[in-house]
């Protein structure tokens, strides 16, 4: 059915307009009794939504894909990826694109269901999603736009009322994903695998008018194209690196062409520095473990370029020319993007060729001495150091000599230093014990301690003392801690 009261919602549906290969026409599954159990208040309001209507029955309907709101086009989008090396046929097994919603400002943003049932792509499975996984998304993604990081984010997460049957039966839900657009590396490898020229040509003009509308009249626009998404993703994965975030599952199907953060499903942050830290169940083998990531962005991004090849060039070889042309920069743009916001951490605002062997030398100590990665910058920030247990090491007091002698040689005064270090460590990051603190409460009916872990989280660079309590560490249990897919 359609809903009348659209809660302000403006629907366009370009990506329709792509060659029908793309995407499969699918309506959402209706559930027995959804009831909104969570509402992104200040997001519905940045995209011009009616606040007094999306607290209607209407709007419980909506986000649990019982009504298509007008406008509204449904579609599941097909894609493939490479999933831990081996390259596969995917697609939106669990989600469905509503349509894409101007806001009023006219920016273009999906409006995706996560969870509404079965779709085209769904590969045997029912295409339902558990509640703790949705709020889970919930919570990260909200977290890594308050810390400023590129994401696709969250607008509402309603249960279901229907339970869904894993290793055993839980509470049912649906995540209202808002999106610059869910074009993946595995969009344009599915175009090139099962597509034609054609299709891959309309495929990176869509995304180069939708995205980087800037180089679409440049006379080689394709290679421009490559070049940019290769500087977004170099961009991304570094603030990933430097807030100690960790994807767990960086598929070529969860690496957006926008350069967005994507697909919350094993995440975790870091607590203690290891650049082996893992914490997806799947990843047995570290392959996406935190000091891998950016190569494993490269590699994507390789893959990425296998993709328009036939759109750089009409010779084969000067095409894998062009392409090698410009994977040959990310390793650079990669570290250097790394260096800058290290620096930053560290106070430095100019730069020295022997920085990254002062960052990489803390690093070392940090990894040596199990010290927790954000609450050691957070430390170093306060000046309070008697709080990292690398207070009074040798190696420590070494470094921190040669530290204090780097400010130095650079212009700044001190507090120009600190307020550099207060807005790039954050004091807070979403530890994952009260993460599943909050879920366990969730999924017990009680939302209040997802709400003060959310209100904490919306300021992460404030150095207040209601953060106190969200810095301190867990108590160890002596069992690693694991993520699990389930998003």
Known sequence: MTITNE????????????PETFYSSTNPTPVRSPEIVKLNESLAVSLGLDLEALQSKDAAQTFAGNGIPAGASPIAQAYAGHQFGHFTMLGDGRAILLGEHITPSGERYDIQLKGPGR??????????????????????????????????????????????????????????RVASSHIRVGTFQYAAKWGSVEDTRALADYTINRHYPEIADQEDKY????????????????????????HGVMNTDNMTISGETIDYGPCAFMDNYDPETVFSSIDAQGRYAYGNQPGIGGWNLARFAETLLDLLHDNDEEAVKIAQ???????????????????????????????????NDLLSVMNQYKADYT?????????AHEESVLQGTTEFNDWYKRWQERFGRQEQSKEDTLELMRKSNPSIIP????????????????????????????????????????????ESTGLPYRTYCGT
Request: glycine share 6%; aromatic share 10%.
């Open 7 to 18: 809660l302000g919602w403006n629907f366009d549906n370009s990506y329709t307009r792509l």
């Open 119 to 176: 779709t085209p792509y769904s590969r045997g499975g029912d295409g339902r999603a558990a509640l703790g996984p949705m709020l889970r998304e919930y919570i990260i993604s909200e977290a890594m736009y308050a810390l400023g990081i590129p994401t696709t984010r969250s607008l509402a997460v309603v249960s279901t009322g229907q339970p869904v049957i894993r290793e055993t039966n839980l509470p049912g839900a649906i995540l209202t």
């Open 223 to 246: 290679f421009s194209f490559l070049k940019a998404v290769i500087n977004q993703q170099a961009k991304l994965i570094s603030q990933w690196q430097l807030v100690g975030f960790i």
């Open 325 to 359: 042309e410009a994977i040959s920069e990310y390793p650079e743009l990669s570290r250097g993007y790394w260096l800058e916001g290290m620096r930053a951490k560290l106070g430095i605002f100019n730069a020295e060729e022997q920085d990254e062997t002062l960052i």
């Open 375 to 383: 609450n050691t910058f957070r430390a170093l920030t306060r000046e």
């Open 431 to 474: 530890r994952n014990h009260r993460v599943e603190e909050a879920l366990d409460a969730a999924q017990q009916e009680d939302f209040s301690v997802m709400d003060k872990l959310l209100q904490a989280l919306s300021n992460p660079y404030d150095y207040t003392s209601v953060q106190e309590e969200y810095c301190q560490l867990p």
